[in-house]
Nanobody, 123 residues
């Protein structure tokens, strides 16, 4: 049974930082591409960042230069370091895992999803 468990969300002031973690179990983690998506109230789920099994990273334009995705295969964990947070970053953040390395920014590339963690950046 595959499980993805996010942690690290919370409330911060604009300009602050948070680090999200996603612990994976029930899969061969090193073979999976990992992604972070977010969904704000009334909006579609959108791509934030991804790292494929080679370690190549991808970012949405809106977070480039502020967010960093990384993975630790020994710990079966993917991280999202978020700096210079803005109110528009407020959303539920979801971790996802997928075997394909194609279209890492698309939700269809992912087979498994976590339950999400709330991130709120107040102005």
């Amino acid at each position: 049974q595959v499980q993805l468990v996010e942690s690290g969300g919370g409330l911060v002031q604009a300009g602050g930082s948070l680090r999200l973690s996603c612990a994976a179990s029930g899969l061969t983690f090193s073979r999976y591409g990992m992604g972070w998506f977010r969904q704000a109230p009334g909006k579609d789920r959108e791509f934030v960042a991804a790292v494929d099994w080679h370690g190549i990273t991808y970012y949405a334009d809106s977070v480039k230069g502020r967010f960093t995705i990384s993975r630790d295969n020994a710990k079966n964990t993917v991280y999202l370091q978020m700096n210079s947070l803005k109110p528009e970053d407020t959303a539920v953040y979801y971790c996802a895992a997928g075997l394909t390395s194609l279209r890492p920014a698309s939700v269809v590339a992912y087979d498994y999803w976590g339950q999400g963690t709330q991130v709120t950046a107040s102005s």
